[in-house]
Structure formats: structure tokens, C-alpha cells
């Protein structure tokens, strides 16, 4: 059974350019959230989604957007890049269980602006 | 979410037990203990989660102090492959929230 998918697995962009960000979830997994991660720093939630609904956002800009298609798949856009936002960027899908949430994440797309 | 507190490093020798202690004093009655890795540029890797009682699943064990005040992530014993950052994370595991808050987390250092 696949794990979660992102894609690209890195991407070099120019500032003020936009980027997408794509993630597959694990078959049957229905939420889908997104996280950034800053060089030395622990993950931070930027977005969480479910049945295509917008469930949980993080304290990011508007520049930061995303979405949930129908087969539960999900993008992270970003316009107007800084060069802070470099980072490791992280999607994670989740399921209930009878002991809470399963939550496996993928293994991330380096975005490195410049 | 409730805080956590943890040390920001810790080494063990390999083949050792690798205890990971965790404070989380401010938790509530309905919020999980949940415990993560990350090794190196790689997405962040579930370990174990508990309420109340503690957890022992194939890869550790989950203690939790009578009074949730605190946790402590058990490694049996160690292997190379276990140097990571260990994060530990309390939420609410209800419906709609799924939001986790990553601290600096316990850089683990295994030592042949």
C-alpha cells in the first residue's frame, strides 16, 4: 500500500514567482494536512482539509493557499515568494481509529527560493 | 494544545534502553501524549500515542506518570538507526482537529 506522495521532491523558484505542491494521500484517507518546516525548527501546521473542507489554518500569510480534489489529493500554493520561505514542506493524511488519528506523513518537497 | 517540554539532545550508547523524558504539565483530561521521529530530511515518522495507561507497540514504550504531568519514550534497545529528533506532542484527538504542534523536539544521538 503507497504511503503519502508528494511531489516534486525539490524545487528551486525565484522570488516573487508562485509555486503548487502536491500530495497524494494513502487510499482511504480522507484528511490532508500541510506543514512547513524551517531548517533547525520542528514542522508547523499551515492547513488542514477534509472532504475538500477547509478544517484548520495556521498562523501563515494569504499568500498561502491550498485545496482538496474530489479523490482526496491536495495542493499547497504559494505566491509571492520570500526567500523565507524556504522550507521543507510537509503533507500528512489521516484517518480515525478506534485509539484516535493515524497520521502518516510524506516525505516532503525542499522548496528553496532565490 | 498543551506545551511540551523536552531536552534539546541526549546520547545513548548502542544496544542501550533510550529513555526520552517529555513534560507536558498543562495537558488536559482529554488530550493524547503523542511521540514522533524525524531522521534527517525526511517527512516526520509516528512512533506511539497514549491517553492514560501506557503503550508498548514494536518500536517503544509509552510511560505516563499517574498524573499525565509527564511522559517518557522508551527505546528497548537502541540501533544507529534510531539517531533522530524525537518530538513530543499533546492534542485533542477529537473530530475536525488535527492539528499538530511541533516543538524543537530531543535530538537523539546513538553511539556505537
Known amino acids: 500500500d503507497a504511503g503519502v506522495t508528494q511531489s516534486p521532491t525539490h524545487l528551486i523558484k525565484t522570488r516573487g514567482q508562485h509555486v503548487t505542491l502536491r500530495c497524494s494521500p494513502i487510499?482511504?484517507?480522507?484528511?490532508v494536512s500541510w506543514y512547513q518546516q524551517v531548517l533547525g525548527q520542528g514542522p508547523q501546521f499551515i492547513f488542514q482539509?477534509?472532504?475538500?473542507?477547509?478544517?484548520g489554518r495556521g498562523n501563515f500569510p494569504d499568500r498561502f493557499s491550498a485545496r482538496q480534489f474530489p479523490n482526496y489529493s491536495s495542493e499547497l500554493n504559494v505566491n509571492a515568494l520570500l526567500l523565507g520561505d524556504s522550507a521543507l514542506y510537509l503533507c500528512?493524511?489521516?484517518?480515525?481509529?478506534?485509539?484516535?488519528?493515524?497520521?502518516?506523513f510524506g516525505s516532503g518537497t525542499r522548496l528553496t527560493v532565490v | 494544545d498543551a506545551k511540551t517540554t523536552q531536552p534539546p539532545s541526549m546520547d545513548c550508547a548502542e544496544g542501550r534502553a533510550a529513555n526520552l523524558p517529555c513534560n507536558h504539565s498543562?495537558?488536559?483530561?482529554?488530550?493524547?501524549v503523542y511521540w514522533y521521529r524525524q531522521i534527517h530530511s525526511q517527512g516526520p515518522q509516528y512512533i506511539i500515542h497514549?491517553?492514560?495507561n501506557n503503550e508498548t507497540n514494536e518500536m517503544a514504550s509509552l510511560i505516563i506518570t499517574e498524573d499525565r504531568k509527564s511522559s517518557t519514550l522508551i527505546l528497548p534497545h537502541a540501533t544507529l538507526r534510531d539517531t533522530a529528533v524525537y518530538y513530543c506532542i499533546v492534542r485533542l484527538s477529537n473530530f475536525g482537529n488535527e492539528k499538530l504542534t511541533f516543538g524543537t523536539g530531543t535530538r537523539l544521538t546513538i553511539i556505537p
Open positions: 498543562t495537558i488536559s483530561g482529554n488530550e493524547y
Open positions: 500528512a493524511s489521516s484517518v480515525t481509529t478506534m485509539k484516535g488519528y493515524g497520521y502518516t
Open positions: 482539509y477534509y472532504e475538500k473542507e477547509e478544517r
Open positions: 487510499s482511504g484517507h480522507k484528511s
Open positions: 497514549g491517553l492514560k
